[in-house]
């Protein structure tokens, strides 16, 4: 067969150079155009479910959401298992599959169970997470004007309504985008804050007042009306504001101020919209909203209380009583960057030292892919779609300002091939020449690595496959070329030696060609043969090792037939004038050098083979000893440093030690950027509370670091020289920990942390789980075991995921107060809800936006136990 083909090429020239010809015009294309991935994705398929419950304690949510979800999604089919995990206003599951298993086919899997989910609370709807281990493509934060004192002109508010109800939606129209998940800033919630001595003095309830809320806030419809030739609809407008949105006007005015004060205005409008809702009659007189809050009724229109003329922005008069307030926060994001000129250049102080700007609260948005999609092709359309949007998409001088892309490492992974290819085909034609003192031959073998390179990439691109940096960057083209340097230097030696030299070219070339054949296609099966082991890897190794077993093969598959075919064709038509030659002086000094070498290990055959098993046995004996990884190292250019504070930590408190690690942090040269979340984002993608502090750190390019370590003494003359990673993170955490104490650091990359978090199930590489029913034995046990992996050589940061800690302010019902008085639990619960978290009413309707209209008691009858405590409750 082998020899057939041969014949069949060499026959054929004409026809194997065309399809040599077509084989590049088609790896090409498919260079081009393969799903190219900066790291294999070697998590099966995981489905996430988010379910918020909000202003409910851990417990509560474990007890009536996370349970009957478990419940519900048990048992399904192919299913590993579920871990979920409680919070405060949040239940999270992670649905991990066997491998093999359709990703579509689970998800819709899990959304058929979640039809039938019993006893959940009124209001949770349990939702599909668009998250998945590597689907993050771009990280971004919104960067408004300021005005000339450094102010915000826009407030969070605005920005984060223009994050949620504008970026979100038109990013998530983006081919192959699964949704956008949106982090920090204020969502807009309007609050009613009532005066309890208001109330008891016009006689009027809570209810009676939530009531007349509610109903002073909606359109109806009432079928149509004839008028002459026309039917019209008929329709009663009742909508505060008149379901008007103010964005719509103000994205497309020319000024930010113009656009601001006119944001600042239809607030303003709706406010009073909202005082001047009657919630009865006394005396027929009416009693409105504005009666019964906090400071009363307003002066006269445009002017305060006291008669003061209003701001240019906002009415003073209107920060009491009803007020434009927000939502209780979950999580907040800072960006410190270098300060740059008009021109991009960094500028510097006096000293030569970076100018940093530490912005303390952004709005940042996380444009997450659908999983098996193609990276590159949804990067670059979300890129251009940021494009349109700054180019007049946003409220004036407002700017999606991205901190964090994949484009750069997969970049690396083109390049990396680009790099390895120049490099193989140089290194090639050098040695071939040393040896054979002959270029033609060289330039035949150099000329099937990119052959051979791209047959792989297109039985890839065929098979639907993607290509990542460890299955094409790890390619040995020794190994690839192998097949080649063999038939090549055979035909060569036979042609040049001058043997046969009364036949033909072409036949004297077939003689050379059949008597390597079967070495040549045995010794190249031997090699696929040893990549067996990866082809048969299951689970995470079969995801990462798999793509690049498949990409040898193709590519040893491809040499092969290319030395068989292509080859013996260049050598046709190179060597036609190729004059006999003797082996050059290298060549010869080397045989000399061997057969001298091997004369001795014949003539000591006990020693030699005494020698070689003893170095056998020291390999053998210090396999054991020999490092392990699980994950291969990526570099990925970046450090993701996670801080783990106290589990009862207050957001402002993280965000202030936050804001001294990041002062510590830019004083490294080698640092970019650093960006920092605290606490996780509304749409709970990221399980956790305000206790952890995430920080994303781009690095700039090695090359760029200064030198500051000194050499060893016998290499000073050299200078000293740049950090290594490993140096920089070391540093970093010893001065993390020593000027932040009593908090865990954790230091890794950004793609690895989070395929590590997904497969381990935690905010870390690895994980010891203790299960059990007792909470506070758990406790004990793990930290018992945290002080044995102390002592573990090579872990470093081990640290406790706690299940405690988090206080609770806790108001037991007296049931029989509650009979004296005639008042039910619920009134009493209802009464701590509305006062302290606030309660919605109805809804602002703004355009396509949407805001809660909420009661909620004022800040100073609600900010402590006591407060709390004399909160009146109505009896029936």
């Keep these: 067969m082998v020899r057939k083909l041969i014949a069949w090429a060499v026959d054929s020239a004409l026809i194997v150079i065309l399809l040599a010809l077509g084989l590049a015009g088609v790896g090409i294309y498919a260079f081009n155009h393969v799903n190219v991935e900066a790291y294999p994705d070697p998590a099966p398929a995981i489905i996430e479910v988010i379910a918020q419950y909000p202003g409910f304690s851990a417990e509560e949510v474990e007890r009536r ?46 959304i058929n169970r979640l039809q039938f989910v019993q006893n959940l609370p009124a209001g949770v709807s349990p939702q599909i997470s668009p998250f998945t281990p590597t689907g993050e493509l771009i990280r971004y934060t919104l960067d408004g004007p300021k005005d000339p004192r450094g ?135 009416p009693v409105r909203v504005e009666d019964l809050v906090t400071g009363g009724p307003l002066g006269p229109r445009g002017l305060g209380r006291a008669g003061a003329a209003p701001s240019p922005l906002a009415d003073p008069s209107l920060s009491e009583g009803v007020v434009v307030g927000y939502q209780p926060r979950l999580g907040r994001v800072s ?54 949007l700054n180019a007049g998409g946003l409220l004036p001088g407002v700017r999606i300002v991205p901190h964090f892309d994949l484009t750069g490492l997969i970049h690396v992974t083109t390049e990396t091939v680009r790099e390895n290819l120049f490099l193989g085909m140089l290194l090639v034609i050098v040695i071939l020449f040393m040896f054979l003192s002959n270029v033609r031959s060289a330039l035949i073998v150099a000329l099937n690595i990119p052959l051979a390179l791209l047959f792989a990439f297109s039985v890839l691109f065929l098979r639907g496959k993607s290509a990542n940096l460890l299955s094409i960057g790890a390619v040995d083209f020794g190994i690839i070329v192998d097949s080649s340097v063999i038939m090549v230097e055979n035909i060569y030696r036979h042609i040049s030696s001058g043997e046969y030299a009364e036949l033909p070219l072409k036949e004297r070339i077939i003689r050379a060609c059949y008597e390597v054949e079967r070495p040549l296609f ?111 190292e990526l570099e990925e250019g970046n450090l993701y440093i996670r801080g783990t504070f106290p589990v009862n930590a207050a957001l402002e408190e993280v965000a202030d030690k936050t804001r001294r690690a990041r002062q510590i942090l830019r004083s490294y040269p080698e640092v970019a950027l650093v960006a920092t979340q605290v606490g996780r984002p509304d749409d709970g993608t990221d399980p956790t509370g305000f206790y952890n502090a995430e920080f994303s750190i781009p690095l700039h390019p090695p090359s760029d670091w200064p030198a500051l370590v000194e050499r ?44 590590m978090e997904s497969l381990s199930g935690v905010k ?85 936006r949407a805001f809660d209209v909420a009661l909620r008691w004022p800040e100073h009858l609600r900010g402590n136990e006591q407060a709390i405590l004399d909160i009146p409750i109505e009896a029936t």
Excluded at 82 to 95: Q, V
Excluded at 735 to 753: A, C, K, T
Aim: aromatic letters at 8%; hydrophobic letters at 40%; a neutral charge.
């Design 335 to 388: 960006v410190c960057r270098p300060k740059t000129d008009e021109q991009g250049n960094p500028v510097r102080d006096d000293d030569g030292a970076l100018v940093w700007i530490d912005e303390e609260d952004k709005v940042q948005g996380i444009v997450l892919k659908r999983k098996n999609e193609d990276t590159l092709p949804a990067l670059n359309k979300v890129k251009e779609k940021i494009d349109e």
């Design 151 to 285: 102010r915000d002109i826009y407030s969070l508010i605005d920005l984060k309504s223009l994050q949620d109800w504008t970026l979100e939606r038109a990013l998530r129209r983006v081919p192959r985008i699964a949704g956008v998940s949106s982090f920090g800033g204020m969502v807009k919630r309007y609050e009613i804050q009532p005066d309890p001595d208001r109330l008891k003095r016009y006689g009027i309830t809570l209810q009676q007042f939530q009531t007349a809320v509610s109903n002073s806030n909606a359109n109806i419809g009432a079928s149509y009306l004839r008028q002459g030739p026309v039917a019209m609809n008929v329709r009663g407008i009742g909508l505060l504001g008149r379901g008007q949105d103010p964005m719509v006007q103000a994205m497309v005015m020319p000024s930010p101020y113009t656009a601001a004060r006119y944001l600042r205005q239809e607030e303003e409008q709706r406010l009073r919209e909202i005082r001047d809702i009657v919630v009865t009659t006394v005396n027929n007189v």
């Design 764 to 848: 870390g590489d690895n994980s010891v789980k203790i299960i059990g029913p007792d909470l506070d034995e758990l406790e004990r046990l793990a930290d018992q075991v945290k002080a044995v992996l102390d002592t573990v050589p090579g872990l470093e940061n081990v640290a406790v995921f706690r299940i405690k800690g988090q206080p609770n302010l806790e108001f037991t019902v007296d049931r029989n107060k509650c009979k004296y008085w005639n008042v039910s639990v619920a009134d009493v619960e209802n009464a701590i809800a509305i006062a302290v978290g606030g309660q919605a009413l109805t809804q602002m309707v703004e355009g396509e």
């Design 712 to 755: 060893p003494r016998w290499l000073r003359w050299l200078g000293p020289r740049p950090r290594t990673k490993l140096e920089l993170i070391e540093a970093m955490n010893q001065q993390m920990h020593r000027e932040l104490p009593g908090v865990d650091w954790n230091f890794s990359q950004y793609i690895r942390d989070n395929v």
């Design 522 to 632: 045995f010794s190249t099966a031997i090699m696929v043969f040893a990549f067996i082991p990866l082809f048969t890897m299951q689970g995470p190794e079969g995801q990462i090792f798999g793509p690049m077993a498949d990409t040898y093969a193709f590519a040893l598959a491809g040499a092969l037939l290319l030395a068989l075919t292509v080859a013996p064709v260049m050598c046709l038509l190179f060597f036609k004038n190729l004059k006999p030659s003797e082996d050059n002086w290298l060549v010869r000094w080397l045989k000399r050098s061997y057969l001298r070498q091997l004369e001795r290990c014949l003539n000591h055959r006990l020693l030699t083979l005494t020698l070689f098993g003893t170095l056998t046995a020291i390999t053998l004996a210090m396999l054991p000893f020999l490092g392990r990884e699980f994950m291969p």
């Design 65 to 110: 959401v996370t349970i009957p979800l478990e419940v519900t999604l048990a048992g399904m089919p192919g299913l590993t298992y579920t871990r979920s995990k409680s919070l405060a206003g949040l239940s999270h599951l992670r649905n991990q599959f066997d491998y093999g298993v359709d990703y579509n086919a689970a998800r819709q899997e899990v």
